[in-house]
């Protein structure tokens, strides 16, 4: 390319993005000069999709130095024409190395775009934070127009609630607990995702973002309380000059935390006998244990059931005869179900299990029946997701030829194929055997290596000095096994030169006995686990309870534990779906459909031991994939 044509590419892209910062009415951007490219025009007449195709055109012939911008223009206009789909797939064409920080700011407007549009403004909020901080001067209005557009979905029930909190806070000339109190009641309607929003929002009284911001550090700490008193610190840090002082912030938490207490009367009805006993006695320890290191105000009552769903009724009503104000179980699924369709349920629930599907079916219980469980489905589709956000794109699952295989198999392929990953390969093993070399060797396609060697072999008549390879289109592994299976599985993949592909499982691929020695075989395998079994890794770590079976079914144990300390934040997770209570079993939220999704902890086997793993940094949203920072192993082996 000539310097006289690349000067003149680069000059018509300058054109474009100060024509882009000109601005039409509503805070779109719009091209107005005389003399505008096809696309400009298009854009400034509101044929948006007409612009998008114009300006990615330009772009795949620009010169990368100047391409980033058109990619953005078109991105911006396929979002203002409502086509989602095609505005991140501009975006994904980016090289964002080459991006100005404008460009930048220009990227971040659209994806707070793309944000609103799926209903998402809690990330809209980040985004256009991001955005304004290098936002060049002719994008502004696009900007206020976004924020507008932000305040609009935030509109809701709450409003009311939030009027009365604001004025309460405005008219305050000193400290007064009462009305201090009063705010975090009233602010309750109000979700974690607003409070934050309208705290940061630049046009907001400083007063009242100090009151919003402060009704959200105080519910974040609440299942926290530890951390209440550095949370409240750095609160006061960025509001000085507020009403209250930080002692008087911690003393509000004091007064505000003691509104959330467990019912009088809860009633536990676990199984006393059958094929769920040991796992009921799990719980029951576990639950036990942590009601005696917090009793709080309330009588606990156990209540046995057993195979037979009848037998849940039963319990059932004789809670009640007891005057139980909330009851806690059953654990079969059956038995929840049965209980469920019982006319005229009017107590609380927080069941075991998952609850039936659909939840449309039991209509008149929302709010009042929870769910709460250690469903291994829901983390196939968590290692599903937890692997999508660590930037891997095409799986192979190896899953046994059982039921509980092919349930498994089934949720990590629905969460993993939601986007653009692929799965290369889906194999079935044989749940007795203890060789799988031949499977493997079909799935890696080791075998056609072979035959082509073999080929070339026949064809020239002689040796060839060459060994076959293994297919190099995976990039993960998901692995449904126990721990016998995996012991098996995972050697024989690095026999067959995979080992240095990421393996993650469920968590069942830990027994939960620890034996440093004979977990050696499943070093670098990664797995949702529970923080209790991360923080009692050690053999004598383990309290010595029959119901643990040395570890085996401690994340029930944990589990039971969760079930009591949550129950004084039921309430608050019904009013908002953003508060999270951090359990042993994994951190908790209220989903639509009554359960409550677990998000759990994540570990690897290194040197034969549960080691945790680091967070995942928040995903790119424009969509674009790449391996992130702090998930990857020691090493491949795990070691």
Not at 29 to 58: C, K, L, M, N, V
Not at 186 to 214: K, M, Q
């Amino acid at each position: 390319m000539s310097a006289r044509t690349f000067l003149n590419i680069a000059l018509a892209a300058l054109l474009g993005v100060l024509l882009l910062g000109c601005q039409a009415p509503g805070g779109v951007e719009s091209a107005t000069a005389p003399g505008a490219t096809d696309p400009e025009a298009a854009f400034y007449r509101g044929d948006y999709a007409r612009a998008a195709r114009g300006w990615e055109a330009q772009a795949q012939a620009a010169d990368p130095a100047v391409a980033g911008s058109l990619w953005i223009s078109a991105a911006n206009a396929w979002a203002l024409a409502e086509r989602p789909e095609a505005a991140r797939e501009a975006l994904r064409r980016l090289d964002r190395t080459t991006l100005l920080a404008s460009d930048r700011s220009r990227m971040n407007l659209v994806l707070a775009d793309l944000a609103l549009q799926g209903g998402r403004p809690d990330e809209a909020d980040i985004l256009l934070r991001e955005a304004e901080a290098t936002l060049p001067s002719a994008s502004r209005s696009r900007y206020e127009g976004l924020y507008a557009r932000l305040f609009e979905q935030l509109t809701g029930p709450s409003s009311r609630e939030l009027g009365q909190a604001v004025q309460i806070g405005e008219s305050m000339r000193y400290y007064d607990p009462n009305a201090t109190v009063e705010i975090m009641r009233l602010l309750e309607n109000v979700t974690l995702g607003e409070l934050a929003i309208r705290a940061a929002n630049p046009r907001a009284d400083r007063r009242t973002a100090g009151w919003l911001d402060l009704a959200r550090v105080i519910r974040e700490s609440l299942p926290r309380p530890e951390r209440a008193e550095a949370r409240i610190a750095e609160w006061k840090t960025r509001y000085p000059g507020h009403i209250l002082t930080e002692a008087q912030g911690l003393d509000t938490f004091l007064r505000y935390r003691q509104d959330f207490m467990s019912p009088l009367r809860v009633a536990v009805l676990l199984p006393g006998s059958g094929r769920l006993q040991a796992a009921g006695e799990a719980l029951r320890d576990g639950l036990m244990n942590a009601y005696l290191q917090n009793p709080m105000r309330s009588e606990l009552q156990f209540f046995p059931t057993d195979d037979d769903p009848e037998s849940a009724i039963a319990a059932y009503f004789s809670a009640l005869d007891a005057g139980a104000n909330l009851i806690v179980g059953p654990l079969r699924r059956e038995s929840v179900e049965a209980m469920l369709r019982l006319p005229g349920m009017a107590t609380p629930v927080l069941a075991l299990n998952d609850l039936p599907d659909p939840w449309t079916d039991l209509p008149g219980l929302e709010g009042r029946v929870r769910g709460i469980s250690l469903s291994q489905d829901a983390e196939a589709a968590a290692t599903a997701s937890r692997a999508v956000r660590s930037g891997y794109e095409r799986a192979m699952v190896l899953a046994p030829e059982t039921a509980w295989g092919e349930r498994m198999a089934g949720a990590f392929q629905d969460e993993f194929l939601r986007d653009d990953q692929q799965i290369v390969a889906a194999l079935r093993y044989p749940e007795r055997e203890n060789d799988h070399s031949a499977l493997l060797e079909r799935a890696l396609k080791i075998d056609e290596s072979e035959a082509r060697k073999r080929q070339i072999e026949n064809t020239l008549q002689t040796r060839v000095g060459f060994e076959p390879v293994r297919r190099d289109d995976i990039d993960m592994i998901f692995l449904a096994a126990d721990a016998t299976q995996a012991r098996l599985i995972r050697p024989q993949l690095r026999f067959h030169d995979a080992g240095d592909i990421p393996v993650y499982a469920t968590g069942r691929v830990y027994d939960g006995q620890p034996d440093a020695t004979r977990n050696q075989d499943l070093n670098g395998i990664r797995f949702p686990t529970t923080r209790w079994q991360l923080e009692h890794t050690e053999k004598d770590t383990i309290p010595d309870l029959a119901s643990l079976r040395g570890g085996a079914l401690a994340p029930l144990f944990a589990l039971g534990r969760d079930a009591w300390n949550i129950l004084p934040w039921l309430g608050l997770m019904n009013r908002d779906p953003g508060f999270l209570f951090p359990g042993e079993s994994g951190d908790y939220r209220a989903g639509l459909d009554g359960a409550l999704k677990r998000d759990p902890a994540w570990a690897e086997f290194r040197r034969g031991r549960p080691a945790p793993l680091p967070p995942i940094a928040t995903p790119d949203r424009s969509g674009l994939r790449g391996p992130v920072a702090g998930d990857e192993p020691v090493s491949p082996n795990g070691d």
